[in-house]
């Protein structure tokens, strides 16, 4: 029979698949639906392992789908703004277009080599104006609902990229991208108004509980950041140039307000410099903040030295009526809160340790029981409960108690109120580049903002630009794209800023319903057959970020009506898969620090080294596998190697889908091992397609045959049913099976009813292989004469009286030592086990002339004798 052939028999599939649409979503529109997709690629150049993986899974879960009879979405596209082809385009002065869709065309093909039932009808780029022009409409929509709005704002800014970052790539003070240290900036930014959304972006995360992973969760929990607490003023001694009387704060101990000794105020709050001239120290206070401003703003978990400066001002303890100094502090934020702290040493670390350095008042206020607390032996600050002292007619209360009733006090004073906080800041998506959506606004001579009217939409990204490699927008300056004429607006100015390109990716999923659709952004009938998302794959990096926007634009859209009024959610089910890693060979340390690509090393008799000098290097652990570290193995080196159903099955056979897959060479062999021995298995018997498929024994070889096939369907099934995705173990029952099938000898000249069982098993195994390696088994299937595409067969069933064993093997111990194993019926009575187990020899052997002083049967397990 012939070989085993990859190479000639997935292209074949492949073109069959296209050729007869059936990867394409709503073929089967009596069916319920099941939506499944991947996050999608950007268009780099070329595929790397953590797609082949992603793509792996989310194919195994379509598949399997389509062929327990769903109607199946599994769409592909590309998230194809952002600045690599900017800086492509500067490297190899390239247009960022033309980089772009080169890439397309060429990942395509690597996808499509790799046999995903993509529904290749709906793919899109995001940097079609047949996209960006939707996300325009949605732009001005929330410009009118005042959901978008611009505001000057102190910005992270990134000299190297020339760009306004917004505060989650800022990566460790540190540009995300090129590590550049990042600066402070003013700038008018546009922001979309998420903060609207941020109790029902909090709440709705119940409905996703079981069914989003944990950690997830809690990192979107985290980032909202709802903190229960209150507000309350501090007066001013005197009020500032601007009138201002009193300082605001937010805090969420108002239990220790009579222990705030001072007040810290954010560099960039509107008082500082005011109070500053006032207090007559405006020449440090002026310095510390220049100095604040030379980096970025500070993420409120990084750990950094805390500074200050005295302003020389004063206000007042609403409770306790001390005069407190008011300081600028490095840690105090102006985007949380009021930017105004009050500070209670005693009972927050942060202010003990400035207070300290300092050298400010610290007054106890919560004693913990049993302790008595004394500020001037205190080493650190007490943030655990207590009992209050020293705060007057508050004295003795439980501070949780307290917290109420001094809020409940200050209320009554006027000098405050119960108050909810969160950490979530307003997305800040305008972006100084040129590779993104234009900002669909104008403004017109007096400086008035207007939304580009929608029969003018879209705004096209020019063409005809230079990028220069000093950075800044072309779009400034740009002759064609500067002025336009706006009906009721007259002669107007565009705006030359792009969107975030995490805007693109926040509603991919609802434009691949009705990709072409010039209509709507989504058709409404779409929307409501298929959304939500019923299993989303991708991986856990944008577990913050991207899922957060994405929840938030379906929300958006719902309430502008463009999404079906019920959908709170667009991903119903999550899975986040891990990385793939692979050791990595380098040499020297420090600045002389090298990676060698892992072509270029080869194993020497003293270990490693590299073939290009000859000289040993060293072995580094598993980590992702990146460019960076140069340990990246490249998907098509596989697929030419093994083809695409072997590196698929190694993805999905290494580690379970969340877990980190641990590159090995040998794991890839053995997956090639299995698909060799699954080709034989059919190719060596051309007589089971002449063989209606059957299981009539009931007893001997053939029962135990007919046990494997349906206690194999029944795990696979299990294992393949969501939430459980366990494919590395599916794969190890399958390959049990298969073992099995090897050792049943059955041969054209063997009994029908052995060659029937023979034929059920093999194409049984054909489709349970068929969701993780398509092409072999839709070779196979079609070798066994099976009928229509694997995709249109129907998930084998399983007999659930076929999955237990009616034997079972029990041990035989005599004093702890196991002397027999005997073969016995599952449900057999201790007598019938007594008998057996004596009548063995070696048992007999060991309790000869001994007395049984005890008999013990483990039902199913094990036998114990006592002599
Ligand atoms: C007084 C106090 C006493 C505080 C105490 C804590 C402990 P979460 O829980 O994260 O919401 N804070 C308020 N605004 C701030 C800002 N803009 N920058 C830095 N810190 C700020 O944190 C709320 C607490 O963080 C608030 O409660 C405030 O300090 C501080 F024993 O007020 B607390």
Known sequence: MESYDPQTLEPLWQKRWEEQGVHRAGRRPEKQKFYQLEMFPYPSGRLHMGHMRNYSIGDVIARYHWMRGYDVMHPI??????MPAENAAIDG??????????????????????????????????CDADYYRWEQLVFTRLFERGLAYKKKATVNWCPNDQTVLANEQVVEGGCWRCGTTVQARDI????????????????????????????????????????HGAHTDFELEKPAEDGTKSIRVFTTRPDTLFGATFMSIAAEHPLALQLARQGGREAEVAAFIEKEKAHGRRGPDEDFEK??????????????????????????????????????????????????????????VIQPEGESLDPATMEGAHE??????????????????????????????????????????????????????????????????????????????????EIKAEGGSPLVGHPDFGKVEIPGVGLAQRDTDTMDTFVESSWYFLRYLSPRSTEHLVDPEMARRWMPVDQYVGGVEHAVLHLLYAR????????????????????????????????????????????????DVEEGPNGPVAKSDGKPVSKGPMVKMSKSKKNGVDPDELVEKYGADTARLFCLFAAPPEHDLLWDDTAVEGASRFLGRLWRLIGDRPWLAGVAPGESQEAGEGAEIRRWLHKTIKAVTEDLTPPRFAFNTAIARMTELQNALYKFKVDESSPEADKALMRKC???????????????TEELWNKLGGEGLLLDSEWPVFDEQWTVDDTVTIAVQIKGKVRAKIEIAADASQDEVREKALAEPNVQKHIEGQEIRKFIYVPGKIVNIVV
């Open 77 to 82: 596209g590309w998230d194809a703004f952002g």
């Open 93 to 126: 002065g390239q247009h960022p277009a033309k980089w772009t869709y080169q890439n397309i065309e060429h990942m395509k093909v690597q996808l499509q080599r790799l046999g995903f039932s993509f529904d290749w009808d709906r793919e899109l780029a995001t």
């Open 188 to 227: 008018e930014q546009w922001f979309l108004k998420i903060t609207d959304y941020a109790e029902e972006l909090l709440a709705d995360l119940e409905k996703l509980q079981g069914k989003w992973p944990d950690r997830v969760l809690t990192m979107q929990r985290n980032w909202i950041g709802k903190s």
């Open 307 to 364: 500074e200050g400066v005295f302003t020389g001002a004063y206000c007042v303890n609403p409770v306790t009526g001390w005069q407190v100094p008011v300081w600028v502090a490095n840690f105090v934020l102006m985007g949380y809160g009021t930017g105004a702290v009050m500070a209670v040493p005693s009972h927050d670390q942060r202010d003990f340790e400035f207070a300290k350095k300092y050298d400010q008042r610290i007054v106890v």
């Open 384 to 465: 655990g409960p207590g009992k209050l002292v020293a705060s007057g007619q508050f004295d003795g209360l439980d501070n949780e108690e307290a917290k109420k009733k001094i809020t409940a006090f200050l209320e009554s004073e006027k000098k405050g109120e119960g108050a909810i906080t969160y950490r979530l800041r307003d997305w800040l998506i305008s972006r100084q580049r040129y590779w993104g959506t234009p900002i669909p606004m104008v403004y017109d001579d007096a400086g008035k903002i207007h939304p580009v009217p929608a029969d003018q939409l879209p705004v096209l990204l020019p063409q005809d630009v």
């Open 552 to 599: 938030f634009f379906t929300k958006v859209l719902r309430d502008l009506d463009i999404l079906p009024g019920d959908l709170d959610e667009p991903f119903d089910a999550l899975l986040t898969q891990g990385m793939v890693c692979k050791e990595f060979y380098y040499r020297g340390e420090g600045s002389d620090l090298k990676y060698f690509p892992l072509e």
């Open 762 to 776: 093999a194409q049984t195994l054909v489709q349970l292989v068929h969701p993780f390696c398509p092409h072999i």
